[in-house]
């Protein structure tokens, strides 16, 4: 017993190294790991982090430039909105909505995807077929109208965006599980099960499941990206986040006005949001790399 765990654990540790390894020589997976890390530290830390209270309004200091600018102070070192709002402090905040949304309405979509995938692939027949009818009929509908749509009907707010974001945004983990699915019950140790009564559940629970996972997380990671981007969207048109909470989409809607005379509203939210999302997808393509056995070898 004490052998085979220490098998098992020179197995793990040298995996660990061989991604370590993998991660040193991608400058993107560096980059897009250090990005998101300090996102994330940035949302979870905010309160301290955070210079002023985001909702503190002060007309007297409103439409502040920049710290470098003319005009500009260093007490706010991105200026303030139209209400005195400080910029830097609002941003800050407004990243732990997106990384909110983002995270859980890719939860929320890669559950109901991968069950409605797994379940098309190991099971086909008619109720494959069903499935996958059901997904074509949602690829043929644009999903940002979708989502206007919906939220149109039942009103914007926090558990309403996630919960519409992920309930549009599950085909493309139902069209890969799929696939996936259907290449690995083929596999001898699939059969094998099969051969010894192994219940359908259990096959898939136990199985098939983990040998999709690490695709599974590689496709999540992306997506995430995607949803803050569509997050943002529904926030500028107005149907996403709503005040008082703080939204980097909300941001630039606010901003949109004052671009030819306060462009620093509209611009760091911007800003904030192209780096995340540029972060997020490098750290999603060295995670491809780790995973896919043809790209360790290169």
Known sequence: MEAAAGASTKRKWGRTKSWLGMLSRSKTGVT??????????????????????????DLAGMLTPPAWLSGGSMAHILGTDNLGRDVLSRIIYGS??????????VLVSGCIGTILGVVAGFHGGWIGAAIMRLTDAFLALPAMLLMLVIIGVFGPSLITLI??????KWVPYTRLMRGEVLSLKERDFIRAAYS????????????????????????????VGS??????SL???????????????????????YLSTSWWIATFPGIAITVTVIGIIFLGDWLRDVVDPRQQGR
């Open 32 to 57: 897009g790991l250090l990005i998101v890390i300090f996102i994330v530290l940035v949302a979870v830390f905010a309160p301290w982090v955070a210079p002023y209270d985001p909702a503190k309004v």
């Open 96 to 105: 732990r909505v997106s990384l909110l949304v983002g995270v859980c309405a």
């Open 235 to 257: 926030s500028f048109l107005g149907l996403g986040i709503q005040p008082p909470q703080v939204s980097w989409g909300y941001m630039l809607s606010e901003g949109q006005a």
């Open 227 to 232: 949803a803050i981007i569509s997050e943002s």
């Open 163 to 168: 919960f519409v974001m992920g309930c549009t």
């Open 196 to 223: 010894i009564g192994t219940r359908s559940h259990t096959i898939m629970l136990r199985h098939l499941l983990p040998n999709v996972f690490s695709t599974l997380i590689v496709i999540s990671t992306l997506s």
